[in-house]
DNA sequence: GCGCTGTGTCCGGCTGGCTGCTGATTCTGG
DNA sequence: CCAGAATCAGCAGCCAGCCGGACACAGCGC
């Protein structure tokens, strides 16, 4: 069950040509929206994007939202391999070989999203005609890789409260809104999710994030997370 | 103290036109060398690539050898965030944003290694008057996507011991050859190496690749490891 | 209202980090 | 090609941090 809406992408392929290139100031989103067979769909918070083993043949720009890449394993456990921000493209597996693939991660609905999906041959057709796609496609994906670059940066610290302190500041960056007294990871998170992202267990998050609290380093409010301060929390790290 | 040795790239600007695009079949690798700009290096092992703190002008591909980037802390540890195989891009970073950026990572060659740089701006270029050469970097840093994530996946094993033969694995893939008793990873792997891209210790790393040793499932000659069956080793993490 | 998910806490046991030391291997400069 | 230096590998003992399991309760959605 996908629970998609889709309001419908342009039934009528949208005259791609020179428009992005003509226009500097264009983004990824503008140029995902003028592609042919493009579909702007909305996804409920827990609903699955796509299961491993789907046929990878579209790409995906994270418009809204956040979404979650994981691996389930035949355990039951289940890993988190991203927590995709907004501008986010996913999806990218089909861009690779021609041939035929799966997807091997699971993508869900981390809040309410909305995306563009588009279809791998429809990106690659985009960019033929139109260079200036392709060096902004370039440029996401570069982001993503200093992204998931980062996220490897935290999951090599040795103790878990390094961890989670690097975790927290990588969701900061990511999800962060600042408010009157921080900055506020606007997710709800469960000591569960987090402990899949960082490779931990739901009842050593609870310790940690309650000795943070007790620190006065952060705050939680229903599930929101607030970092008073970033810099004090990352000496929290040596 | 850099320890490169230039090999000259192509000092009057490569006719890039539409030259990759005419030719199905041409690689990233060609692409690259056609650029304007563009430099074919040899660095020796050890040898530093960039430094933390570099300006970010250029791209590089790796053309042979292995790449490590890793990350410096102040307390003087090193956490390996990539171990870059034949053919990946890195230093993607300065595609990003026009505004200038420095590079946070420390790039070393891993072993003897030739590589293609080309300054930013050139790929640029070359990808707006041919836009062949932004699909195949756009493969190129979707393969690099790929193979970071796995690393992730990896890195949220629980226990050392899965960690480590997740690792392994992904070393057989990315470096492996296949010999008559199974694959050898062609790397000169210190234990303190392999502790600092998995997050552990060295004196750990002894102690279970001597378990994984005695168990029958690899041989360890002179720094290069052999998995004799990948598939065997695989079913030591559930 | 009830049930489910999420949070907080306790405890026993073991993994894995830390320290210190020794012998082996590799690298470097003369 | 050799000698000294530096890095690397293996071993042991100690101890903290974290996992596993279990349980009670709070909050939220239905």
New interface residues.
Partial sequence: MRGFSRTGGPSTPAPVGLAA?ANGASTLLDVMRGLSGCVIETVERGKTIFFPGDPAERVYLLRRGAVR?S?V???GEE????LLRENSLFG??S???GQRSDRF?HAVAFTRVELVAAPAGSV?RA?????????L???G??????Q??T???T????DMSSRLVSFLLVLCRDFGVPGSEGITIDLRLSHQAIA??????RVTITRLLGDLRQAGLVQIDRKKITVFDPVALAKRF?
Same sequence: chains 1, 2.
């Fill in positions: 290139a890449l691996r394993y035949e355990s890993i988190t391999v991203a990218v597996l861009l690779l070989t991660y690659r960019i033929e005609q139109d260079s200036a796609v392709g060096l496609l370039l440029q994906l570069s982001s993503r890789i200093l998931t670059e996220m490897i940066e999951l090599t610290h040795r899949e992202a960082i490779g931990s267990t040596s």
